[in-house]
């Protein structure tokens, strides 16, 4: 950001419009009105460091192409049962989960704290955040989250506001989540799946009913360019110091790019089978990512398959990267990733 802001730049204030179609009312907060905006130049043309505008270009290269882009995002995190003063008077000593044990899928934890669950769901769907799932993941304290689907750019602002509100939400409960990739390296980190789908406003055009795994060309296309794209794109996947302790071989954190049929091991999960919900689940990002760019960089890699024309040369895999050896694996910094990404340009 040194070409944006800085000493050298004397830290300039940036202009924002507000978008009004993303008006809202926070029910957690006597109802006060809520909006989302956008960074833009004094002339009023969208600003290119605006992670939300650099969606809506990518976007609007998708819609050239014919395509609505239809997304939906996961998110796990831990549950901590601590204030931010708690946590500090502990200098550095282990914070405390709301529940203990490794249980996913538990209807005993959820149970234990029904007030902040019931919370999430309602105050969050009364806020235009709905949920399609949300239950108790592998993990002390660990929830998931799966954001219902929608338009790409409705639903990056759904993510943004799901991690804001259930902080906020949280607070209110004596519950502080943690969207951190790695907290600990003894227990898995937390991921932000992002599940997509191409449709010409009435058809899922990931569907192929006449191919075998149920995937149309276009499809595999989008997928082989995802798949190309990984490591170039990385830093919009892993944006931070902490994400890289996420990508630990043998834990649900992907490190290959590779993709397989409903497989949870791989970076590309296709899930085919219905017309309607045939999609690809893009498994690498953590949960630390910004939504607006994570999204943009799937979405735009997607599309250099597709206007490429690429193909899938590489077998599915199964299991954990069995058939994926000769792969390299992903890079184990940040300094790594973002210099692959500059060369890339």
């Known amino acids: 950001n040194t070409e944006v802001t800085g000493w050298q730049h004397g830290f300039p204030d940036a202009l924002a419009r507000i978008d009004l179609g993303t008006a809202r009312h926070v029910p957690w907060d006597n109802g006060v009105p809520f909006f989302l905006g956008e960074f833009v130049n004094a002339d009023g043309s969208p600003f290119a ?12 290269r998708a819609t050239k192409l014919g395509f609505d882009v239809m997304t939906g995002m996961e998110f796990e995190w831990f549950n901590f049962a601590e204030t931010p003063q708690s946590w500090a008077g502990k200098h550095g000593v282990g914070p405390s989960t709301i529940t203990p044990g490794m249980f996913g899928y538990s209807l005993l934890r959820m149970a234990d704290h029904r007030g902040f669950f019931n919370a999430l769901m309602d105050d969050m769907a009364a806020f235009g955040v709905p949920s399609e799932g949300l239950h108790t993941e592998t993990g002390p304290g660990v929830y998931e989250a799966a954001i219902a689907f929608s338009g790409a750019l409705e639903q990056a602002d759904r993510a943004i506001l799901f991690k804001t509100g259930a902080k906020e939400i949280g607070k209110q409960h ?11 390296q003894s227990l898995p980190g937390c991921s932000g799946h992002i599940h997509q789908s191409l ?7 990931f569907y192929g009913a006449k191919s075998a795994r149920k995937m ?7 997928l082989a360019g995802q798949v190309a794209c990984l490591m170039e794109f990385a830093p919009m996947f892993w944006p931070t110091i902490n994400s890289y302790k996420r990508l630990v071989d043998g834990f649900w954190a992907p490190v290959k790019p590779t993709w397989g049929i409903d497989n949870r091991t791989a970076s590309f999960r296709v899930i085919a089978g219905s017309p309607k919900a045939t999609r690809l689940e893009t498994r ?9 760019l994570a999204m943009a960089a799937v979405i735009a890699a997607g599309l250099h398959g597709v206007e490429k024309g690429l193909k899938l040369t590489a077998p599915p895999i199964t299991g954990t990267n069995q058939g994926a050896e000769h792969i390299p694996r992903a890079p ?3 300094i790594e990733t973002t210099q692959a990404f500059r060369r890339s340009a």
């Open 49 to 60: 460091v605006c992670p939300r505008q650099t969606l809506k270009r990518v976007l609007a």
């Open 174 to 184: 004596g519950v502080m989540p943690s969207f951190m990739a790695k907290w600990s």
């Open 199 to 205: 449709s010409d406003g009435k058809t899922n055009l």
């Open 216 to 222: 149309s060309p276009l499809f595999e296309s989008y």
């Open 284 to 292: 690498c990002p953590g949960a630390d990512v910004n939504p607006y």
């Open 332 to 334: 184990r910094s940040l």
